[in-house]
């Protein structure tokens, strides 16, 4: 989508004919249709593999099977269990009702009862308790970081209220800017969550509401560039694993997903950005730096213990001359630093033109060092066991904990997560297991 230029108010769609099913996909005229002579002809392409000849659009080869888009092994991912804070209050909404975690699969975006969605997380925990957070937890301030106009005001609409003004703009609670009004937020993020690119966690304010989503969590696995798209060409319609409409999305939809899919609900929702190991590991593809410069993280948001580091960061990577957003890109992926993502409608002026706008609002955040009660009854570890080492206990550990006849040190286990944690500066590294848990804490306090 074009930004910074007026936006033209989408066309309604067209009511559907009686008697027509309006999920009805049609044929595009300009692709190849089923004839007598060539009867296994497709007009929709399906997925084809990745590990397709890339150059072979010109030869000739027989129809492809449909395959399973590409994901990331689910086993390697954590499912969580319980709400996202410890304190039993804050999983309560502001309405008093209790809030639910519901991960996002391809099956939640499936056209069916909100019943049947993926199964909701039950709130009944037990606080965890054997740890206290210490006082040196570090506060960030909301910094508003990019204005997106969205449309030029008339003088006479200038002094209306923002609520007026997105009566025309805006409908069903749909708060993306596209030229088809079929193309929701929902449907931007079916396609992130169909390629693998992302793997998103919602909180529920209410468990049988799927749109009653309090705050959410996004976790960015991979990005795909225009030389490594699924098809050879850019354009060519890909289906969607479930039946959604609209059906089908190409490179161009991938794109927008990206820019689209974070506007939620204005103020009062956010976003918790975190990174997957492969792709703080991965090649950044030079279309992504837009994202970032509306989207990502700066340095008012980047936590203190990482500032001596940046410096030198730049001259081991060699990138001292690009541009700053560029480099804070880099640095935030390879760091792996989470941050929090909100937003809200406002006006702006822009060349002495006034446009109801989009605001982006970040703000930082930094894992709480947790010290246990007892650290101070225990002795300082004089030597740094190997990870060999610390495997066989954590796993020895571990087994003691599904043992119920064994009777574990608490003690022992804490001192061994933190031996296990003090192996890396990672701000969250999914082996990493005290960073596992700190990463999981309720940013939102």
């Not at 993306?176 to 079929?182: E, F, H, K, P, Q």
């Amino acid at each position: 989508m074009n930004r910074g230029k007026p936006q033209t108010r989408p066309t309604r769609p067209i009511a559907p004919t009686p008697g027509v099913n309006p999920f009805t996909i049609r044929p595009d005229p300009n692709q190849v249709r089923p004839t007598a002579l060539n009867p296994g002809a497709n007009p929709y392409p399906i997925r084809p593999s990745l590990s397709q000849n890339r150059y072979s659009a010109l030869a000739h080869f027989p129809p492809l099977n449909q395959t399973a888009l590409p994901q990331c092994s689910s086993s390697n991912m954590l499912v969580l269990k319980k709400p996202f804070s410890q304190d039993p209050e804050s999983s309560v909404s502001p309405s008093g009702k209790l809030r639910f975690s519901q991960k996002q699969t391809s099956e939640s975006y499936a056209m069916k009862q909100p019943e049947n969605f993926a199964e909701a997380v039950s709130p009944a925990t037990k606080k965890v308790t054997g740890k206290a957070l210490s006082t040196e937890k570090e506060n960030f301030e909301v910094y508003p970081l990019y204005t997106l106009p969205i449309l030029a005001l008339d003088k006479e609409l200038e002094n209306f209220e923002i609520r007026n003004l997105l009566k025309p703009v805006y409908n069903n609670r749909n708060c993306v800017d596209s030229d088809n009004a079929l193309k929701t937020r929902r449907y931007f993020e079916f396609i992130l969550i169909d390629t693998g690119s992302i793997e998103i966690e919602h909180e529920l304010a209410d468990q049988s509401d799927p749109d009653s989503i309090a705050y959410s969590k996004f976790t960015i696995k991979k990005i795909l560039s225009p030389s490594n798209w699924l098809t050879d060409h850019l354009l060519t319609p890909i289906n969607l694993s479930k039946r959604f409409n609209p059906q089908t999305f190409n490179w161009f939809d991938y794109r927008n997903a990206w820019m689209n899919f974070l506007f939620v609900r204005p103020i009062t929702h956010s976003w918790f950005v975190k990174y997957c190991t492969e792709a703080s590991t991965s090649v950044i593809p030079r279309w992504f730096y837009e994202w970032w410069s509306y989207f990502g993280g700066n340095k008012q948001v980047r936590p203190k213990r990482f500032e001596d580091g940046y410096l030198q960061f730049q001259i081991d990577e060699n990138i001292s001359t690009l541009p700053k957003h560029i480099k804070l890109c880099k640095y935030f992926f390879k760091r792996r630093l989470s941050y929090i993502i909100s937003w809200t409608f406002c006006t702006a002026e822009f060349d002495r033109i006034k446009y109801l706008s989009k605001e982006i609002r970040i703000k930082g955040w930094s894992p709480a060092k947790r010290e246990s009660p007892s650290s101070s009854k225990r002795p300082p570890v004089k030597d740094s066991p190997s990870k060999s080492e610390l495997k066989q206990r954590l796993e020895k550990a571990l087994s003691e904990l599904d043992n119920e006849k064994a009777n574990p040190d608490q003690a022992a286990i804490e001192q061994l997560l933190e031996e296990a944690s003090s192996q890396s500066d990672d701000n969250g590294d999914m082996l990493n297991p005290k960073a596992l848990a700190q990463s999981y804490l309720n940013p939102f306090d």
